[in-house]
């Protein structure tokens, strides 16, 4: 069964910076790739920024492009996303999401806080 724990959230002022970080566990990490979502009150889950099983590509979504970089450690099974000069808009709880054999991402952790105030 795969799990995925995520940790890192919390409340900072704009300006500010965040590191998540998701925990993998019930399968072989480095073969899937991986991405982060986030859902803010009222409003759909959105895409935020994904990366290869090797870590060697990454994709973000616009509104995030040179603010926030998402890497991963496969000899230690997780999954980060850096957040710097975070601004009130980028407050969401936020999801770790792992690819299937599918190409789908079927796996989701629980979610983290952010909250990010003006």
């Known amino acids: 069964q795969v799990q995925l724990v995520e940790s890192g959230g919390g409340l900072v002022q704009a300006g500010g910076s965040l590191r998540l970080s998701c925990a993998a566990s019930?399968?072989?990490?480095?073969?899937?790739?991986m991405g982060w979502f986030r859902q803010a009150p009222g409003k759909e889950r959105e895409f935020v920024a994904a990366?290869?099983?090797?870590?060697?590509?990454?994709y973000y979504a616009d509104s995030v492009k040179g603010r926030f970089t998402i890497s991963r450690d496969n000899a230690k099974n997780t999954v980060y996303l850096q957040m710097n000069s975070l601004k009130p808009e980028d407050t969401a709880v936020y999801y770790c999401?792992?690819?299937?054999?599918?190409?789908?991402?079927?796996?989701w952790g629980q979610g983290t806080q952010v909250t990010v105030s003006s």
């Open positions: 999401a792992g690819e299937s054999n599918s190409r789908t991402y079927d796996y």
């Open positions: 019930g399968r072989t990490f480095s073969s899937y790739a």
């Open positions: 990366i290869g099983s090797s870590g060697g590509r990454t």
